[in-house]
């Protein structure tokens, strides 16, 4: 049973794919410990990658379910297993807004651009057809609107002439990888969860 004040140093991951996010977030020695791993998709080789590690892991298929329905078996999975902080790392499912406020304050998500540069899909085509010299990713807040919660850390990598989306796209990753594990510690240690 979990207690009536999260431990924001208990994290549930969620992902929809190869958990390479999930791979450098237990990586890290942080001051956390991944607690669950959740994904969208059974399927999924990021829950390998968990299990590979004995992490818990819940794969929750969608079918039947709406999406309220769905989030709250999520939240019921993250609140038993005691999680106080929620870290999205290829999650590619839009959470309901009653999911959002039960764990307000308390969900970070990466996110392959600039914010507020190019929410949504497809952020390093959008970036290269703008002309921009420079992409990223930033860590935010959650919020119920996509994209828009308060950016916590940026990383920043030139885009080169003649790159492609899948160019960009590696070099981003690679930042990715040192950026969240840092800034979900930092989030923590700063007392900013729970």
Do not use: W
């Not at 969608?62 to 790392?89: K, N």
């Not at 950016?151 to 790159?163: K, M």
């Amino acid at each position: 049973m979990p207690s009536s004040t999260p431990d924001p140093r208990r994290v549930a991951v969620l992902i929809s794919g190869r958990g390479s996010n999930l791979e450098a977030l237990a990586d890290h020695a942080g001051p956390y410990r991944i607690v669950l791993v959740v994904s969208n998709k059974p399927e999924a080789p990021g829950l390998d990658l968990a299990r590979m590690r004995g992490l818990p892991t819940l794969a929750l298929s969608s079918r039947g379910l709406d999406r309220e329905q769905f989030d709250r078996r999520v939240g019921d999975a993250i609140e038993a297993a005691g999680a106080g902080t929620i870290v999205l790392a290829g999650y590619m499912r839009l959470l309901s807004p009653a999911f959002v406020r039960r764990f307000a304050g308390r969900i970070l998500n990466i996110h392959p651009s600039l914010l507020p540069l190019y929410k949504g899909l497809d952020t390093h085509a959008r970036a290269i057809a703008a002309g921009d010299t420079e992409a990223g990713c930033s860590v935010h807040l959650v919020t119920e609107e996509l994209d828009s919660g308060a950016v916590i850390a940026q990383a920043r990598v030139p885009i080169h002439e003649g790159d492609t989306p899948e160019d960009l796209s590696a070099r981003v990753l690679a930042e990715e990888h040192r950026l969240y594990p840092q800034a979900v510690s930092d989030f923590i240690r700063n007392g900013s969860g729970c």
